[in-house]
């Protein structure tokens, strides 16, 4: 519950991992060096390249020619982003011979994104029918730029032709649930511009939060843009006093996100989630909820059963707000929610069943068509389409709107045959709030992975969609949720890299797509993050271990890398591995203790910072809890810890179904006692629906006990009252004894008692021998 300075002290498992310091490739090489030009390596891969013989030379004498407004501006954004990677700016100059040429010409290309790039011996031109597609041209040639050698980067003579496979190319961003700063959004909507991607959809209002400030409810946002988070992280230790959690966008703030995207080609979309996700308005203004009860804003997450009513009034409310934001988004597009609205308590109201038959709705949800209908029409007076998530097809939906598909791709895919335009964004696929490695080290998020490659895959057209109803797929968007992304460092960790592989099915034609070429192109865009200060997980850079205990003072260890990356060097002497460190090729025996240290090589550079292992008797005998599996497939989090208030709190993969962990085929021969330690967790779920999926066993005693079983359905090892609270570090260890196991055994762990309003959660399993 309340970890305070011990968190950082528990010897954890396998996972120690050292930071050191990696330099990016573009410091590495002295200036001197004669520059060559390497092979390009583009993300997202453009339409068409073709390399030839001879190179471009930049450097400082180099001039950049920009002819008219347009093309100025993106010289201008050119050389910021330069400026921003701390690099030297071209300057511009009035047109002559060789150099940098930015040019808009009629004709140059047929898309209005699409661009022209040559790099001759003699100079390098960037031409585009549009100031859109020469800022893409320009984004190519940022790249192109690198890596740099001191001051001068050889660029291989080459021609693309370039245009986008798909129009929307979307990340969606929750500040809801947690909040990001306006500058932490310019620095998302630079990464995103860089990799040509073009929609910003912005999830403005929650349960949890309401963000945008819209003046005629001042309560929104001095009510709705405040919450208590649930447990520890809610009370200030110092004051003892609730510490709120708040944020929100004033239209100024709004209104320079919006210019800021608009300059790098992106279009912000605004959410105003209806009529569920309503709990912050409803905080603020009670009248707008079904029980006219006042509410406060949640701390919980999940499926929250409190709705929007259907007054007239409510109406003028989302009216208001629409109109808002029909002002403060100049795009084509306004979002309206619509997923996840639980109907019961529209069906418990009397005057709600009254409305809905007074205005011919058969049932609840065609109710909620009605609404879209409304807002549909509201939204074409002020020139804006609408777009729901798909359960708005739910109800008959008006021709005109277009569905964001979420639940898998069937949504979208039907949504297509009727003739609504469709974004996908299949949760199963494009959903990075769910995690993309196994490793320790990832942040707190959805522990179901959704790998690199699995993203890289993903189709937006669906194969069973007839031609005449595939353009009605605009393309693809990543979600990224924030529940569990309290830092902006979680945000980005969780959407790069894998939103490279979103940019890259988005813009680069179907049949150019090839994994294992993106795979090679990747090594080449970190420095480029790194030098941009976007902070890109490293996990699916880094190695993991994976060690049994072998003999009796041996350990057999088994290395990999997330993401496949072949070239696995390690040192055994305590010393930073390097690209002639010894090469692993299959699992080894190391002597116990010993200091492993890894890191993965591509083109004789480390992806990743080494990672460090200890491996001794002990952390043989133990287990951290992110190397323990789920009893059972029930709902998968991977939550932080409520305390510490300030500093780092611990992590936990829980199922909150059924919070259960098993240690599978534990060598119990010669284990005479078990060692749980284990924190408490706010339990702060609504699972509407699914709330009979929450399982716990009764307690026999005041606060529950701890039980370790032989297997999950099997005979109880050991039984241990647990106290009433955890020890002032947060943390409780529990000790029980066992008898010798013969043979292997699945050693499952868990704790009865009602999971609410906490719920104990393991850290860690040691096993002590005989
Ligand atoms: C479902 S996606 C939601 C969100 C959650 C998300 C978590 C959608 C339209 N609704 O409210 O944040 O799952 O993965």
Known sequence: MKPLSSFRAIPFALALVALVACKPATEQHGDHAAPTAAAPA???????????????????????????????????????????????????????????????????????????????????????????????????????????????????????????RFGWRGAMLDSARHFQSVDE??????????????????????????????????????????????????????????????????????????????????????????????????????????????????????????????????????????????????GRYVHIGGDEAVKDQWIASQRI??????????????????????????????????????????????????????????????????????????????YFDYLQTRSANEPPGRPSIIEMKQVYAFEPVPAELPADKQQHILGLQANMWTEHSRTFARVQHNLFPRLAAVAETGW??????????????LPAQLPRWRAQDVEYARTPFEVELQAEAGGSATAKVSLSNPLGYPDIRYTTDGSAPTATSTAYAKPFDVVVPTQLRAAVFVDGQALADANTFDIDAASLLSRGNNALASCGKGLGLRLEDDGPFKGERGIYNVDIFNPCWQWKQADLSAIGAIEVHAARLPYNFQLAHDETSRKFQPARTAHGELVLRAGCEGAELARVPMPAQPDADGFVTLKAAIQTQPKPTDLCVYFTGDTRPTMWVVDRIALQPN
């Open 508 to 521: 680069t034609p179907k049949d150019r797509k090839d994994y294992a070429s993106f795979l090679a192109r």
């Open 353 to 430: 069943q009254q409305q809905m038959k007074e205005q011919g709705a058969k049932d609840e949800m065609a109710m909620q068509g009605l609404m879209v209908a409304r807002l549909e029409k509201f939204l074409a007076a002020h020139g804006k389409r609408l777009i729901g998530w798909d359960e708005i097809l739910e109800g008959k939906l008006p021709e005109s709107a277009t569905v964001m598909s979420w639940r898998g791709t069937e949504g979208g895919l039907e949504a297509a045959k009727q003739g609504h335009d469709v974004v996908m964004s299949p949760s199963s696929d494009l």
């Open 42 to 164: 583009l993300i997202p891969a453009p339409a068409t390249l073709q390399t030839s013989d001879g190179q471009f030379v930049v450097d400082a004498g180099t001039r950049l020619h920009a002819q008219g407004e347009a093309a100025q501006r993106v010289a201008r954004l050119f050389n910021g982003f330069l400026a921003k990677e701390k690099r030297p700016e071209i300057p511009l100059a009035d047109a002559g011979a060789g150099g940098i040429r930015f040019e808009i010409a009629a004709g140059a290309s047929p898309s209005s994104e699409g661009y022209v790039l040559d790099v001759k011996p003699d100079g390098i031109v960037v031409r585009a029918a549009d100031e859109r597609g020469l800022f893409y041209g320009a984004a190519t040639l940022l790249q192109l730029l690198t890596p740099a050698n001191g001051d001068k980067v050889a660029v291989r003579a080459l021609h693309i032709e370039d245009a986008p």
């Open 185 to 330: 959004i310019k620095r998302l909507l630079d990464a995103m511009a860089l990799l040509k991607l073009n929609v910003f959809h912005w999830h403005l209002t929650d349960d949890q939060g309401w963000r945008i400030e819209i003046p005629k409810y001042p309560k929104l946002t001095e009510i709705g843009a405040c919450r208590i988070p649930a447990g520890d992280a809610g009370i200030d230790p110092a004051t003892g006093k609730p510490a709120p959690y708040c944020g929100f966008y004033t239209q100024a703030q709004v209104r320079d996100v919006v210019a800021y995207a608009a300059a790098r080609h992106i279009e912000v979309m605004p959410e105003f989630d209806v009529p569920g996700h309503a709990v912050a308005a409803i905080a603020a203004y009670p009248q707008l909820g079904v029980t006219g009860k006042s509410l406060p804003v949640s701390n919980e997450w999940g499926v929250n059963s409190n709705l929007f009513n259907t007054e007239e009034e409510t109406y003028r409310f989302f009216e208001d707000v629409l109109g808002e934001m029909v002002k403060l988004f100049p």
